[in-house]
Structure formats: structure tokens, C-alpha cells
């Protein structure tokens, strides 16, 4: 009997594993990991200019539309693609795909910020925002400026877009102040998922140090609050790790207060 009935149980075993195997087939298929953001670079929008913007992130390459906040905004999706991972940085941190996109904003003057979600056929990313605009006049960082020689000239107040571009890159400021001040120094870089780790430095006219800022408020973004006589500062915005690259943008925010007799 033994010599029948072992191939009855195993043409029984083919057949389970045949119709096991065709009803896999017909499940769905898992879903897929939704769009994530790591950050957007630059982390602002100048308004009523348009603005490529580059997201860099994971599971990016199947986006294929962005949904935006308010109506008044043009968006191109210009690029998808694999997005090289900066020497000795962590995909974890700074993400391993990029969208590029082309945004404008026609309303003027706003401040605030720009809400935008990624869409795949399937799924869609959590919302993350770009700053819009300044409350304070609002320059763009200009290259070269990696030296007191080289200081780039701002005005207090003033709010700068910038990037620390590469490995061991120091952006360095300067401003004159033709009465006696309270001043504000601050930067957003981590807090808007920027890899920067700032350090933020203010110096006198003749770069003594006058004091140093790393992490401050629960992040390595940086704060100086300091009474200052009339004069010639200077200020360098580093990272602490001399870490630079795409995944290193931030903006600088300076203000001034009179002091009060
Ligand atoms: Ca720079
Ligand atoms: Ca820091």
C-alpha cells in the first residue's frame, strides 16, 4: 500500500504548491515605501523669481507630480534621478535620491512659507515647507567670500541664502554699525533638515574673537546676542565637522536693536 500511496501525497504536495504559488500571483503586490524629504536646497524662495530647487530624499524617483499650498506658484519638475551621497556623509542624513524642480512665486511681498507634498502613482510623501521671502531685505550668498579679504558686505538687518559648498568651506561677513546695537545673529540650517552643523563666529575690526556660538535651543544651529559699540564686525559661518556640500545649505539672519538710555 505504502508503494501507491506516496505518490498520491506528493502529486497532491505539486498541486498545493502550484495553486499557492498562482495565488500569490493574484494578491497586490506590497505597497511602496512613500516619497521622504531629507531637505530642500536652497531652503528659501526669493518671491517673483523663478528658483530651481533641488529635494533630496529616498524613494524619489517615482514622483511624479507636487502638489503646492497656494495657488500663485509655478512649478516644473525638471529631474529625477540617483543622488551621489557627499564624501564621509550619511545616506540616513542627507538621502540618496534628488528631484529637481523649478519653482515661482508671483505674490509679492510675502514672507512665510511654501507648503509642497510629492506624489507617486501609488503614494505620497509627508509635507515639508520651503521659507518664503524675509520679514528683513534678503540677499543670496556670493561665492568667494571664504576669507576675512574676501568678506561678503551685508547690512543690519539682513537675511542671507547661502551654502557651505563643500569640505572645509567658510563663508565670512561683514558689517558696519554706525551706532551703538544690540545684535542678533542666527542661523537655520538642521532645523529645516539642512546637514549643517553650524558654528557661527563674530570678530571685532581687527578679527579678535568677540565670541563663538555652536549649538543652541535644542539644535546645532547657531544664536549671538551681543551689545556692540559703533564699528566694523566681522562674522564666519562654518561647519563644526568641516562638512560642506548639497546637503549643506542655511540661512543667515541678522538683526540689530538700538540700546535703550
Ligand atoms: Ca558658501
Ligand atoms: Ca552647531
Redesign the pocket.
Given at each position: 500500500m505504502r508503494s501507491t500511496l506516496e505518490p498520491t501525497w506528493g502529486r497532491l504536495l505539486v498541486i498545493f504548491g502550484l495553486s499557492s504559488l498562482l495565488a500569490a500571483e493574484d494578491k497586490p503586490s506590497a505597497p511602496k515605501k512613500p516619497p521622504k524629504v531629507a531637505l530642500a536646497h536652497p531652503l528659501a524662495l526669493p518671491v517673483g523669481k523663478a528658483t530651481k530647487v533641488v529635494v533630496r530624499g529616498w524613494e524619489l524617483e517615482q514622483v511624479n507630480e507636487v502638489r503646492v499650498s497656494q495657488p500663485d506658484v509655478q512649478l516644473k519638475l525638471l529631474v529625477k534621478s540617483k543622488a551621489a551621497v557627499p564624501n564621509k556623509q550619511d545616506a540616513k542624513q542627507v538621502g540618496d535620491t534628488q528631484l529637481e524642480l523649478e519653482l515661482t512665486v508671483a505674490a509679492e511681498p510675502v514672507s512665510g512659507e511654501l507648503t509642497l507634498v510629492l506624489v507617486t502613482p501609488e503614494t505620497e510623501s509627508t509635507s515639508f515647507s520651503l521659507l518664503l521671502g524675509a520679514s528683513e531685505p534678503r540677499i543670496d550668498e556670493v561665492e568667494g567670500n571664504d576669507g576675512f579679504r574676501q568678506a561678503q558686505s551685508i547690512q543690519v538687518p539682513q537675511v542671507v541664502d547661502g551654502a557651505l559648498h563643500a569640505d572645509q568651506n567658510v563663508d565670512v561677513f561683514v558689517f558696519e554699525l554706525a551706532a551703538p546695537q544690540t545684535v542678533v545673529i542666527e542661523t537655520i540650517a538642521r532645523q529645516r533638515g539642512s546637514a549643517l552643523?553650524?558654528?557661527l563666529t563674530l570678530y571685532d575690526d581687527q578679527t579678535n574673537i568677540l565670541e563663538i556660538s555652536?549649538?543652541q535651543r535644542g539644535t546645532?544651529?547657531?544664536y549671538i546676542e551681543r551689545q556692540l559699540p559703533a564699528g566694523r564686525y566681522f562674522l564666519s559661518l562654518q561647519d563644526?565637522h568641516d562638512r560642506g556640500g548639497p546637503a549643506h545649505p542655511y540661512r543667515l539672519v541678522v538683526r540689530g536693536a538700538a540700546i535703550a538710555r
Open positions: 552643523d553650524s558654528l555652536d549649538d546645532t544651529d547657531s563644526a
